[in-house]
């Protein structure tokens, strides 16, 4: 009886220190490894992309490869207990990880309603799922939130060589909207899309948003036909870290980008 009653306390023991235990993270995305500090669990990440940059604490953490490019045979000698990615990488390389007893979480943030379910998945993977719940609403509350809209129709140009511009449900289509104004592109069926100069002569463009090289618009003498451009209507100077990072600093971004459309109309 006693020996029994010895081995059901050394289960009972066992399983509270596997409840308490640590995970050991690597993550691999800088907006989900920004999501997994701000959730309380920055302790636990033992290995990061090369582009994960925020917190600033986080940059003596051991990088464990490029960003979409991992390198295995490192996270597997870093022995974590959980992969956490974008979408972006290989979905072998999930399942190299996972045949190690490794659990992955290979999921998209491309948007707010992406990030969303990521803090739902990542709070319960990482049991705290009190702060998960906090921070959905916080996101629900920011999306929500009432705004003045602004008379200003803005365009975003992802790149300008070829022209690329952010079209319907794309994340800047959404930050120029939750920021109180139009995005120029919004009825283009396509998150990202390439369009003429001929289409944008025919937009009513109030503001430009270039996160392409600042050259672009200098150096082509295309741009300067366009009116927002020769009255300086272009914002440019926008941390892309901030404004195009679906993570915790999201809403910042679009305070910020709200603040640039004021100054500007």
Avoid at 226 to 245: F, G, M, S, T, W
């Amino acid at each position: 009886m006693q020996v029994m009653k010895r081995i059901l306390f050394l289960i009972l023991i066992n399983l509270v220190l596997d409840a308490a235990a640590e995970e050991r993270i690597v993550s691999l995305s800088p907006a989900l490894t920004e999501l997994v500090c701000y959730l309380g669990c920055e302790k636990e990440l033992i290995g990061r992309s090369d582009v994960c940059n925020y917190p600033e604490s986080i940059k003596k953490i051991p990088v464990a490869g490029r960003f979409a490019d991992p390198n295995v045979e490192k996270i597997i000698s870093m022995k974590p207990t959980i992969v956490i990615t974008n979408d972006l990488i290989n979905p072998n390389l999930c399942k190299t990880f996972e045949k190690h007893g490794i659990k992955t979480f290979m999921l998209k943030c491309r948007n707010i309603q992406e990030y969303r379910d990521c803090v739902r998945t990542l709070s319960a993977a990482l049991k705290v799922r009190e702060a998960g719940e906090k921070e959905i609403a916080r996101i629900d509350s920011e999306v929500l939130k009432k705004r003045n809209m602004l008379p200003l129709k803005v365009l975003w140009v992802i790149w300008d060589s070829p022209l690329m511009i952010a079209g319907q449900n794309s994340l800047p289509d959404e930050l120029i909207r939750l920021a109180g104004a139009e995005n120029v592109g919004k009825n283009v069926p396509q998150a990202y899309f390439k369009c003429s100069f001929d289409w944008l002569l025919e937009q009513k463009i109030d503001i430009i948003i270039w996160s392409a090289s600042p050259r672009g618009w200098r150096n082509h003498r295309f741009w300067k036909k366009l009116p927002a451009v020769r009255n300086d209507k272009i914002i440019y100077d926008l941390n892309p870290d901030i404004i195009q990072r679906p993570g915790p600093r999201i809403f910042e971004g679009i305070k910020l980008l709200r603040k640039k459309f004021e100054e500007m109309q």
